[in-house]
Each structure stands twice: as C-alpha cells, then as structure tokens.
C-alpha cells in the first residue's frame, strides 16, 4: 500500500483542514491524539513534525453514576412542577 494520498481542503468551523488517511497517519507514525507542529518550508510545502507531548487517552473506564454523582439539578425527565414563567401555555 501507498503512503501517498489526495485529500480535499474542508472548511471546519472557523478553520480549514485535511483528513488524513489512515495509512498516512501509520507510515508517519502519527495516531489518535498526538500533536504535532506544522510548519511551511522555503518551497511552501506544510511540513508535519512529531511534538513531544503526552498522548490524550481516558485511563480508566468511568461509569454514567460515578460521573454523575455529585449532580444536584434534576433528573432526565423529571416533571416541572413549578408555577408558569413565561408565555407558555400547560394544559
């Protein structure tokens, strides 16, 4: 397999970016939540370098009650039972 790609300039939100296939990423040996520096050479080619820095990843499975256990708004559908506020109509 090829290490070389063609990939389409998106916008994406207030920025612009490329997907990066797969293949790319592992002959580059870049993975999922490594950074890196770009950088524009003298001939105008964007440059992708390695940043020394700790990978993102979750260490441990958290579960839905420990993530919510110091919630105290209201429950996921739980009925309001106050008074009306605004221009809404409750029949």
Not at 58 to 87: H, M, N, P, T, Y
């Amino acid at each position: 397999m090829s290490d070389t790609a063609e990939a389409t300039l998106t916008k994406w939100g207030n920025s612009q970016g490329f997907i990066i296939p797969r293949h790319v990423c592992a002959a580059a040996n870049f993975r999922v939540g490594d950074c890196a520096i770009i950088n524009v050479d003298d001939k105008g080619r964007i440059v992708l370098d390695h940043k020394k820095s700790p990978r993102y990843a979750r260490r441990r499975v958290v579960s839905i009650e420990e993530l919510s256990s110091g919630w105290q708004g209201g429950k996921a559908g739980e009925e309001w039972c106050g008074s009306d506020v605004g221009a809404e109509v409750v029949e």
